[in-house]
């Protein structure tokens, strides 16, 4: 039953990675509803972004290869530092600073504390509120090319709030990137393109202790099925979303996390599932 349920939670990562709903969160609600009825933990979360970040980085493939490229021939002198690629590699690294210490400082309550389906369901709603204001009144004229120093440091402490399940990765930096006046899709862009170091270095770190300790409902073969399939549907989301967002408002998102955040409340509340 245990691999069916990876498969589940691989299935349920994969769909809600890129969409600003929270994968964390979803991992730790759909956990509860398993027949195991168990929070898939902290390490089982950040390995199986490893598959969906990987599918990323296969669909970003040329984009990624091209900064990377740029920004080392601007190192070596080769390039200006004003050229679009080198910069967008500066903005990566410099937004990816904020979450790497904060996940280091609170790593503990990463762990623990933070995981509390009561805090969950009231991020969902909360950061649904802010998605919303940001998608209608931010002014969604700025295309990439316009990405500041400031704006990288302000998007990469957006996403360091996804260290809370409830808040998003995607959904933490398209809000932010919004009330900034980024388009739609450069917001989403962006952070996709951002969460690359940062779900990277955590998958692995989380990786490395799960293989020399393991944790968590679920073993290391499952939670690599998990990784496997979250690869595999993620890689059809993204380029959904990107074509969603190019013509469509977040309000549907905007909806359903309020719902689901009441619909977690209204759950703990009857003692349906545990906190």
Same mark, same amino acid.
């Given at each position: ?31 509860? $509803? ?18 969906? !970040?990987a599918?990323?980085?296969v ?10 490229? &740029? ?16 910069? *967008? ?17 609170? !790593?503990d ?7 509390? +389906?009561?805090?969950?369901?009231? *991020?969902?709603?909360? $950061?649904?509120? $802010?998605?919303? @204001? ?8 700025k295309?990439?090319?316009? +990405? ?13 709030? &996804? ?15 919004? +009330? *900034?006046?980024?388009?739609? !899709? ?18 692995f770190? /989380?990786?490395?202790?799960? @293989?020399? !300790? ?9 939670? *690599?099925?998990?990784?496997? @399939?979250?690869?595999? @549907? ?8 990107? /074509?969603?967002?190019?013509?469509h ?9 309020i ?17």
């Amino acid at each position: 039953m245990q691999w069916i349920e990876a498969i589940i939670l691989g299935l349920v990562q994969g769909i809600t990675e890129f969409l600003p709903i929270s994968s964390s969160a979803h991992l730790r609600i759909v956990g509860e $509803f398993l027949p195991g009825a168990a929070d898939p933990g902290s390490a089982f979360t950040a390995i199986s972004q490893l598959g969906t !970040e990987a599918a990323v980085v296969v669909y970003f493939w040329r984009d990624i290869v091209r900064i990377i490229r &740029a920004w080392f021939a601007a190192v070596a002198g080769k390039l200006p530092h004003n050229d679009p690629d080198v910069r *967008m590699g500066w903005m990566i690294i410099v937004g990816s600073i904020p979450i790497v210490i904060l996940g280091l400082v609170f !790593e503990d309550y990463i762990d623990t504390v933070f995981r509390t +389906l009561w805090l969950t369901a009231t *991020m969902l709603v909360v $950061f649904g509120f $802010f998605l919303a @204001v940001a998608d209608h009144y931010g002014r969604q004229k700025k295309p990439l090319e316009e +990405l500041s120093i400031r704006d990288g440091i302000i998007y990469g402490f957006a996403q360091a709030m &996804a260290l809370i399940p409830g808040v998003s990765r995607s959904g933490g930096t398209i809000t932010a990137g919004l +009330l *900034m006046g980024y388009t739609r !899709e450069a917001a989403a862009r962006y952070s996709f393109l951002l969460a690359i170091p940062a779900v990277f270095g955590s998958g692995f770190y /989380k990786l490395i202790g799960s @293989v020399e !300790e393991p944790s968590g409902p679920y073993n290391f073969a499952q939670t *690599m099925l998990a990784t496997g @399939v979250g690869f595999v @549907v993620a890689y059809v989301i993204i380029g959904w979303f990107l /074509k969603y967002v190019s013509t469509h408002s977040y309000t549907v998102f905007v909806n359903y996390r309020i719902l689901l955040g009441l619909f977690v409340y209204i759950c703990l509340g009857f003692g349906i599932i545990n906190a």
